[in-house]
Every structure is written in C-alpha cells, then in structure tokens.
Nanobody, 122 residues
C-alpha cells in the first residue's frame, strides 16, 4: 500500500513557476514508477510526466516538455514536479500516482493522490 499526498499548488501568473511535491507513505515507494497527471475542468485526466523507480528514466507530454521537470528523492519518499514558464492552459488539478512500471498506461496506475490545484492567470 502506498498513500500519496500532493502539495505546492496555488495561483501564479503566466510565466511564473511552481514546484509540486508528492509525499508517499510506505516502505515500497522506491520500487514504484511515479507519474504526474492533470485534469482541467470538463476535460479528461491527462498524462504530464513519469519517472522510473531509480530516476534514470523520465518522459514528458509534448505540451510540457522543456518547461516541466520531474524528479524524485527516494530517501525522502517524495517526487517533485518543477513547473516553469507556466501558461494559462496549464491550469488544472495535478495528481501524482504510482505504478509498477514507467511504461504503465493511466489505467495501470495503482495509487493516486487527492490532487492539488494549479491556477495560472494570464
């Protein structure tokens, strides 16, 4: 069992930055790939970024590539999402999730956090 709690969301102007954190409970955190997803009002939840259990592999959605960076600290049971050059279209609830593989589809993620709101004003 893994419990996930996101933090770091808020209101920021376009062009600004935020860093989201996702704290995990459970001794098996380091064995999971971790992903970030987001869901805007009226839209489906979409993939943002993923990092493998070791941190050696990362992958990003095209819409955030070059602006967002995913990282993890297994000693702290935490995964991060550094978001730079934020745009109004990045406004959404951001979720972290855990999966057994960094190749998992969204349906294959086993554990989800409750989400944190990110609002980017123009």
């Amino acid at each position: 069992q893994v419990q996930l709690v996101e933090s770091g969301g808020g209101l920021v102007q376009a062009g600004g930055s935020l860093r989201l954190s996702c704290a995990a409970s459970g001794r098996t955190f380091s064995s999971y790939a971790m992903g970030w997803f987001r869901q805007a009002p009226g839209k489906e939840r979409e993939f943002v970024a993923v990092i493998s259990w070791s941190g050696a592999y990362t992958y990003y959605a095209d819409s955030v590539k070059g602006r967002f960076t995913i990282s993890r600290d297994n000693a702290k049971n935490t995964v991060y999402l550094q978001m730079n050059i934020l745009k109004p279209e990045d406004t959404a609830v951001y979720y972290c999730a855990a999966a057994s593989s960094h190749r998992a589809t969204i349906r294959e993620y086993d554990y989800w956090g409750q989400g944190t709101q990110v609002t980017v004003s123009s």
